[in-house]
Every structure is written in C-alpha cells, then in structure tokens.
Antibody
Framework: QLQLQESGPGLVKPSETLSLTCSVS??????????WGWIRQPPGKGLEWIGS???????YYNPSLQSRVTISVDASKNQFSLNLTSVTAADTAVFYC?????????????WGQGTLVTVSP | SSELTQDPAVSVALGQTVRITCQGD??????ASWYQQKPGQAPILVMY???SRPSGIPDRFSGSSSGNTASLTITGAQAEDEADYYC???????????FGTGTKVTVL
C-alpha cells in the first residue's frame, strides 16, 4: 500500500515561492501505473487540482495556475515536488499530494495527510 | 464547461438512503471518482470507475452514472458517514482534472 508524506515550510511570505516535497513509500514512483498529483484546499473551501506528473517528467497543470506552477520528480529519492511562485494570501491552503491511478479510469487512490501553508508577511 | 456541480448540503436520517449527485459535461465522457473527507482529515477514495469500491469501503456505498450526472448513493447511512463528499473527473483532453464543489452530508 502506498504512503505519501508532504514536507515543507508552513509559512511563506507574499511574492515568494512555495516549495513542497512529497515522499512516496510502499511503491516506486517509477511505476507505470501511476501519475503523481498535488491538490490544495483553502481553509473552509473545496478541493482544487493543481497538477500531475509522470515519472518520465510529463506534466499537466491546472490552467488557472499554470503560469506559476512547476512540478518535478526525483526518482532517485522516490519523491516529487511542487513549486508555486509569486504567492499571495489567496494561496493559503492545505496542500495534499496523492497518487493518481493511471488505468482506463483515473482516480486519486492514496493521499498524504496534508500540510498547511500560510502566506503571510 | 469544465465544472462539476454538487448540491452544497444534504441530510439523511440514520439508516436511510441518500444520493449525492455531481453534474458536468465531462461526465458524458469520463467516469467520476468520489472522495469522503471528514473534518481535519485528508480525503479518502470511496468510489471509482462508476461503481467500484476500494478495499475497506462498506458496500452501503454505490455509484452510478447517466448522461452528464454521476451519483454516489449511501444505502443505510451510518453516523460515521457524516462528511463532505467530492466528485472528480478528467476534463478536456483527459489529462486535466476537476473536483466538484462538494456536498456536506449530515446524518440525523
């Protein structure tokens, strides 16, 4: 069973870059059955898909965030990462990493516990 | 449209049946998946591929789909089913994703 764990700063200043890493255990990030994704949830609001990456580096991003988002993968560490630039208070959210099952159906089957990132001076 | 619309809130009496719906154009082409989220917790997958349950999800949860609407039904709702529920689907070329607006289920 896959386990995912987010890590990174809990506080980021406005206009700076938010950087988070997701560590994957219980399976290989190079599995051909999975993409790997980031999802966020502002306090009291719903879920928003940020983007997904395949171990080869293929990435797909939410069009609303595409200009500010970069997702990368480090297969040697079994990790993938999120960078979100030029953050504002509106980017304050719980950030989740998740495994995206890549079959005839696509679904997020395993999730990290989430990490709260606050954007504040 | 790339949106998935859900009713904001529904309530169900203990032991009764509740259906949660998700509407969107993408559902005519792609199956929805469903996620349960309790306060302070990460979402968990409860339904995928129209009507498949992950291991450990009770069989009182079932899924269906017709046209632009996907549904998650809880038959014999239990107190522990009180949570927020989100649908999700691929959109556009199939590599982008969107979550529904979420439905808060209250078990009375």
């Amino acid at each position: 069973q896959l386990q995912l764990q987010e890590s990174g700063p809990g506080l980021v200043k406005p206009s700076e870059t938010l950087s988070l890493t997701c560590s994957v255990s219980g399976g290989s990030i190079t599995s051909t059955n999975y993409y790997w994704g980031w999802i966020r949830q502002p306090p009291g609001k719903g879920l928003e898909w940020i983007g997904s990456i395949y171990y080869s580096g293929n990435t797909y991003y939410n069009p609303s965030l595409q200009s500010r988002v970069t997702i990368s993968v480090d297969a040697s560490k079994n990790q993938f990462s999120l960078n979100l630039t030029s953050v504002t208070a509106a980017d304050t959210a719980v950030f989740y990493c998740a495994s995206l099952k890549y079959s005839t159906s696509r679904y997020f089957d395993y999730w990290g516990q989430g990490t709260l990132v606050t954007v504040s001076p | 449209s790339s949106e998935l619309t859900q009713d904001p809130a529904v309530s169900v009496a203990l032991g009764q049946t509740v259906r949660i719906t998700c509407q969107g154009d993408s559902l005519r082409r792609y199956y929805a998946s469903w996620y349960q989220q309790k306060p302070g917790q990460a979402p968990i997958l409860v339904m995928y591929s129209k009507n498949s349950r992950p291991s450990g999800i009770p069989d009182r949860f079932s899924g269906s789909s017709s046209g632009n609407t996907a549904s998650l039904t809880i038959t014999g709702a239990q107190a522990e089913d009180e949570a927020d529920y989100y649908c999700n689907s691929r959109i556009s070329s199939g590599h982008l994703y969107v979550f529904g607006t979420g439905t808060k289920v209250t078990v009375l």
